[in-house]
């Protein structure tokens, strides 16, 4: 199993902007699929962003298409995720997660590995 650590998440008010991190060692992050999922309480975890292997190829969420920013920084082996215009509904534990596979997939069972998740919170 891969070793995935977030980071970046907090408490934002509305409107404002955070950009969480996804890092890994001992393996290269762009031999694999990498998604952000998010869980709030008492709802199932929900696909939020993916970028493919080689990251020739990426997707959103409806609801946060226009607002969150999906990227590689392949030089420091970290996938990010800008989120601005935040609302109270993308409160939540974001995670990321790998799969060894060329394309993206927004089911949680077919990502490998995962991170412990990292918590964001948007409130006035």
């Known amino acids: 199993q891969l070793q995935l650590v977030e980071s970046g998440g907090g408490l934002v008010q509305p409107g404002g902007s955070l950009r969480l991190s996804c890092a890994a060692s001992?393996?290269?992050?762009?031999?694999?699929?990498i998604a952000w999922f998010r869980q709030a309480p008492g709802k199932e975890r929900e696909g939020v962003s993916c970028i493919n292997r080689g990251g020739s190829s990426i997707n959103y969420k409806d609801s946060v298409k226009g607002r969150f920013t999906i990227s590689r920084d392949n030089a420091k082996n970290t996938v990010y995720l800008q989120m601005n215009s935040l609302k109270p509904e993308d409160t939540a534990v974001y995670y990321c997660?790998?799969?060894?596979?060329?394309?993206?997939?927004?089911?949680?069972?077919?990502?490998?590995?995962w991170g412990q998740g990292t918590q964001v919170t948007v409130s006035s």
């Open positions: 001992r393996f290269t992050l762009d031999d694999y699929a």
């Open positions: 997660a790998a799969r060894t596979g060329y394309y993206c997939t927004n089911v949680p069972l077919n990502f490998d590995s």
